[in-house]
């Protein structure tokens, strides 16, 4: 995501941006998991069941607010520690068909997780997808108990690469039914480590292997500097050569499942016998992240609001006392014959809202605070783009978008 701020003539706009990418080619195909069909979809909850984590990688992506804090964020919306109502109103907001469970690392809150498992399948059906993201080898016994409370795949993050240590608990997961499978970075300086685990896997109770494009964030900017990373480019907040050797990767059992010569050494090797999938960092903000605004845009829209390509909502807003509010909107649905169901006062802003359009008829009708607003469908509706649209309103009118 990008934001600016600048000033144009007698107007004021403050943006954020999701990159646009016209062609998108991690498009699911037929042996992506589930999990990953439906994220690809925008239809998956994201739901972050503690920010607390057993081990500090230098790379993990959460920024403060989240690290180490035993937090549960539905989507973007921070909710109470074991409100479940609140995690099935948001599910509920975006037409959910399951929910990725995430942290920190889930595992350190296990007996929440079980509760998830439980309230969200009795609430949506058994058919609602549940998978989980670990780095723990934890106890093979617990396997059973994930499985019966409903959880459908697990993914496990293999700390410092080493995979000896969750062999047995992998086999007690595919045992116990759940799609099983290993979910990392791609760094760019273990490439040599990478390619032998391809290796080593083969002889594991893997199903897939998921391949994320290592990102540079505001939570790791300073350990991904000290490792000399830097970004691939001004678009995406992917580290320079991550994607090329994930592409190496995928390109290496890709071939192998065809019997064709590997396109980087030459070599034909045996079938590995699970599949591999590369999510680049620019599918996961342009394609996963927008479509999941854009349904939560089409189940929560007013009807003064229009659903943008992005995923955002755009309407007008007139600057309102809340002493003036009633007034005001009778008098617009009298003079302009606007149905009332068009035009509403949000008291927390200060503001009429109405269809933009009408806002535009109405500058220099009233003598107040014109904008054009737009803002992400998430549950705290966050400002992206503030711009006034009367000639007499300057930079004085603005504080700094809202964080």
């Known amino acids: 995501m990008a934001s600016s701020a600048s000033e144009r003539g007698d107007c004021v706009t403050f943006s954020v941006r999701l990159p646009k990418i016209p062609d998108l080619p991690e498009a699911a195909d037929a042996n992506d998991t589930e999990g990953c069909i439906q994220c690809q979809l925008g239809s998956k909850l ?3 069941i503690t920010g607390e984590c057993h081990w500090m990688c230098d790379y993990c992506p959460l920024s403060e607010n ?3 804090i035993d937090w549960m964020f539905a989507n973007e919306r921070r909710v109470e520690v074991g409100d479940w109502d609140a995690v099935i109103e948001e599910a509920r907001a975006m037409n959910a068909t399951g929910a990725g469970i995430t942290g920190g690392d889930p595992v350190m809150a296990r007996e929440r ?4 498992c439980r309230r969200l399948k009795a609430e949506f059906g058994t058919g609602f997808h549940l998978h989980m993201y670990t780095s723990i080898p934890f106890r093979p016994a617990w396997a059973a108990e994930f499985a019966e409370a409903g959880l459908d795949e697990i993914r496990f993050h293999f700390l410092d690469l080493k995979p000896e240590k969750y062999s047995e608990t992998m086999a007690a997961c595919v045992e116990a039914g759940m799609l099983t499978g290993v979910e990392i970075p791609c760094e760019p300086d273990k490439e040599e480590e990478l390619m032998e685990l391809l290796e080593t896997m083969r002889d594991m109770p893997v199903q897939f292997l998921n391949l994320n ?7 790791n900017h300073d350990n991904m500097e000290v490792r000399g990373f830097n970004l691939s480019d001004e678009i995406t907040a992917g580290a320079a050569g ?8 995928r390109d290496r059992v890709m071939a192998a499942q065809i019997g064709s010569p590997d396109p980087f050494d030459g070599v034909t090797r045996e079938p590995y016998g ?3 999938k590369f999510c680049t960092a620019t599918y996961k903000d342009s394609g996963q992240l927008r479509r999941r605004f854009l349904r939560r845009g089409e189940h929560t829209i007013s009807p003064h609001e229009i659903l943008t390509e992005d995923g955002t909502l755009v309407f007008g807003a007139i ?4 002493g003036d509010a009633a007034d005001w909107i009778e008098e617009i649905h009298e003079e302009t014959g606007l149905p009332r169901r068009f035009i509403l006062f949000d008291e927390e802003n200060g503001r009429i809202e109405l269809p933009l359009s009408m806002a535009e008829e109405l500058v220099g009708a009233i003598d107040a605070p014109i904008a054009l607003v737009e803002v992400h469908p998430t549950h705290e509706r966050l400002e992206m783009t503030v711009v006034y649209l009367n000639e007499d309103v300057g930079k004085e009118q603005f504080d700094e978008p809202t964080e």
């Open 66 to 68: 989240r690290r180490e």
């Open 319 to 322: 600057d309102c006392e809340a």
């Open 242 to 249: 991550s994607a090329e050797v994930a592409t190496r990767m």
């Open 46 to 48: 994201v739901l972050f």
């Open 274 to 276: 699970y599949h591999l």
């Open 113 to 116: 997780v079980l509760e998830a």
């Open 213 to 219: 494009e290592l990102e540079i964030t505001v939570g």
